[in-house]
């Protein structure tokens, strides 16, 4: 089956203390991104893979780092978390870097940051 | 700046009523696209349909519908005869040719269908 996977799907933490949010998706997508959503904001982006070793900063990329080592595969990683990073956070996909291109949702993780 | 209004922050019907979701979005673009995305209770985005800006003919899928207004700048999403399982946040979206940022979402619409 087509998708896109996320891990941990739920997570408490403490500030300070380093996580990693997994994605992986199996369709051979060149496209992976990375979104918060929080309340009355919406989704907002945090960073965006082109392909493997191509990454670049969304709207929102503070905080946040990513890697892109294989194509099916971009981890979110907080290196410090805050309380402020309390959101839930989507992984997406889609075939080509095109803008045209479907973005296709991993299930969402949900964090919490004590 | 590529921006997207769904000034509609909840809408409650009762079921078999129709509904319509708003969405308006602003592009210095020729060429984009717009997107909706449903969020049910259990909190994935279920992809709902794409639309380029060439393209405006209206689309039907089922009880969905589409209606594409270049003149306007909106993209509204209308629901026929409700039913409780539609009860979701949609997000329209808005994807320029330009810029770095793919997808800009709105802010949602809270959909609330009653028995």
Redesign the interface.
Known sequence: EAQVTQNPRYLITVTGKKLTVTCSQNMNHEYMSWYRQDPGLGLRQIYYSMNVEVTDKGDVPEGYKVSRKEKRNFPLILESPSPNQTSLYFCASSLSQGRMETQYFGPGTRLLVL | AQKVTQAQTEISVVEKEDVTLDCVYETRDTT??L?W?KQPPS???V?LI?R?SFDEQNEISGRYSWNFQKSTSSFNFTITASQVVDSAVY?C?L???SG????T????TMLLVSP
């Open positions: 984009y696209y997107f995305y909190g994935e985005l992809f794409r380029n997000f979206a994807s320029e040719n770095y940022s793919t997808l979402f709105g802010k949602g």
